[in-house]
């Protein structure tokens, strides 16, 4: 009987995750892959061939797989000690300084929830961040990117662990079917336990310091990929075109690239600027523009480039303005504040088209190849101001392109540059490359980032813990006040338990504010 209830109660909590779960992705399919994962995973554990496999069901439906592959690599790297333990204490620094950013923008989405709470819930499947259910991250690349970034933040827990002695158990992957969630490297707990309190912490920073250290070396190579695109058509093209102007009546169609003004070559956004200055309003200007794929309602469908010639009689910026607002007096009087403020005025004779979002056809891989050819054009500080925001920069891109890295009509826009490595894999390669290391570099950042929330079971809650530990140590030195280690280790504990429940707090409220 007894056996039976067990059984009974072994099967309730699978039940609950099965159907949290079908809410959460509302997909059949996703559950029954689960579903046969579990049950699966329970028949390999009572047949004895997990033990075989050195592996263990964890939590139900995960599978602690274990490998003693790569302790000899391990000691190798591991062995310049010296060397590794200055990384340590600097990843400590590094982490703290990070950590408190962190803090900063829980604090400022927290505020920001409550003062002005949004209308729209956040989707269930959009808070996990797991590839192929959260709707602005896709499946391939980003799994790729994420087993990439987890076995090197594990690797390098490993790599302090051993550099400050303690002994590896075991390497391996924690696995929901084909998906990681997460890797692991298993030190001896009683060593870390007995090993000094710098020590551990040097060990609990090294897996966040090493994925934003990662991200800023693929970031590199991020920007010298975008580098090697070029326009297949140099030109520019605007995202919309506004209603009732002269762009609109002369037939310009957005995502069309306009190629040539009277005749001469506009490449780029400056150039199209500076030949616009020109012009006059009421002046009648001939656009060769091309139409192709990227102009096209369906990207998937076979469209041949065409050329044509628009003919558009620019219009007073001044006066258009003035219009929208001609019935509305306070909206006039805003206007007139914001053209002063724009150097616009009834005399500025400032020609306008009618277009907006108007850039260049290379503009969406542009910003990060500024990252390499900013130490060149704008100085060396610039660039590494550019380098350092990136990857925040990055972080919002994939949810205003729905899971896309870069628009996919300015995508085919691009053609492969002249260099070694452009040459050899061409544009669809290239590409393919850019696709991947963004994903590698915005995995990398959000793993890093996101571990040095200060709760625990994240990194950054054993920092916190070993930091405030260390702290209450030095501020009873030097009051001199000799209080009991065993009371200073228990106070900070509890200073690390509140911390844990506070970020928890503040992680959850936006969420429940935006269903309310």
């Known amino acids: 009987m ?32 689960i579903a046969t994962w579990y049950f699966g995973l329970i028949f ?12 263990s069901r ?36 590094v982490c703290f ?43 391939w690349w980003p799994v790729l990117a994420l087993i990439i970034a987890i076995v090197i933040h594990e690797y390098s827990h490993g790599i302090q662990a051993r550099a400050h002695g303690m002994r590896i158990r075991s390497f391996g992957l924690l696995l929901v079917g084909p998906l990681p969630m997460g890797a692991f490297a298993e030190p001896e ?135 929208l607002c001609k019935k509305n007096i306070s909206c006039e009087e805003l206007k007139e504040e914001y053209l002063i403020s724009q150097n616009i005025g009834p005399d500025s004779n400032i ?12 503009e969406e891989v542009e910003i990060y190849a500024k990252i390499i050819t900013g130490f060149k054009e704008n100085g060396v500080l610039p660039a590494i101001v550019i380098t350092l925001l990136m990857p925040i920069i990055m972080l919002g891109v994939p949810l205003a392109r729905e899971g896309q890295v870069m628009d996919l009509r300015e995508q085919a826009m691009l053609a492969a540059g002249d260099g070694l490595i452009a040459s050899m894999i061409g544009t669809e390669g290239m590409i393919m490359l850019f696709t991947f290391l963004f994903w590698l570099a915005w995995i990398n950042f959000l ?24 702290l209450l140590i030095g501020m009873d030195s030097i009051l001199k006040r000799d209080i009991h280690p065993i009371k200073l280790e228990s106070w900070a504990d509890k200073i690390s338990n509140n911390s844990s429940f506070l970020f928890l707090f503040i992680l959850i409220i936006p969420i429940i504010m935006s269903y309310i």
């Open 189 to 323: 707990q009683e060593e870390m336990h007995r090993a000094p309190r710098r020590d551990r912490m040097r060990l609990f920073a090294a897996g966040p310091s090493i994925n934003l250290v990662a991200t800023y070396v693929v970031i590199i190579l991020l920007s010298s990929t975008a580098a090697g695109f070029v326009a297949e058509n140099p030109g520019v093209h605007a995202e919309v075109i506004i209603s009732d102007t002269a762009a609109e009546e002369g037939g310009l169609l957005p995502y069309e690239i306009i190629t040539h003004m009277n005749g001469e070559a506009v490449p780029d956004y400056d150039s199209f600027s500076e030949k616009m200055s020109n012009f006059t309003p009421g002046e009648e200007v001939i656009f060769t523009v091309l139409s192709g794929p990227w102009s096209s309602e369906n990207l998937n469908e076979s469209v041949e480039e065409k050329e044509r010639f628009v003919a558009i009689t620019l219009i007073d910026r001044y006066e258009w303005e003035m219009g």
């Open 97 to 139: 300084i990070v950590m408190l950013g962190v803090i900063l923008l829980l604090l400022l989405s927290f505020g920001t929830s409550v003062t002005n709470p949004s209308n729209d819930p956040i989707p269930p499947q959009d808070l996990l961040l797991i590839p192929g259910i959260t709707s602005f991250v896709p499946f």
């Open 351 to 362: 020609s306008f088209l009618g277009v907006r979002g108007l850039k260049s056809s290379i």
């Open 44 to 55: 390999l554990e009572e047949n004895g061939i997990l033990d075989k496999l050195d592996a």
């Open 2 to 33: 007894k056996e039976q209830e067990r059984k009974r109660n072994g099967l309730l909590v699978p039940l609950i995750f099965l159907l949290i779960l079908y809410q959460i992705s509302n997909s059949p399919l996703v559950v029954l892959v």
């Open 447 to 470: 793993l890093g980032f996101a571990n040095l929330i200060p709760m625990i079971p994240f990194d950054g809650g054993h920092l916190l813990r070993d930091g405030v530990h260390s």
């Open 58 to 93: 964890v939590l139900g439906i995960i599978l602690m797989l274990r490998t003693k592959q790569g302790q000899k690599i391990l000691d190798l790297i591991s062995s310049k000690r010296k060397f590794w333990r200055i990384y340590g204490e600097i990843s400590i620094w």
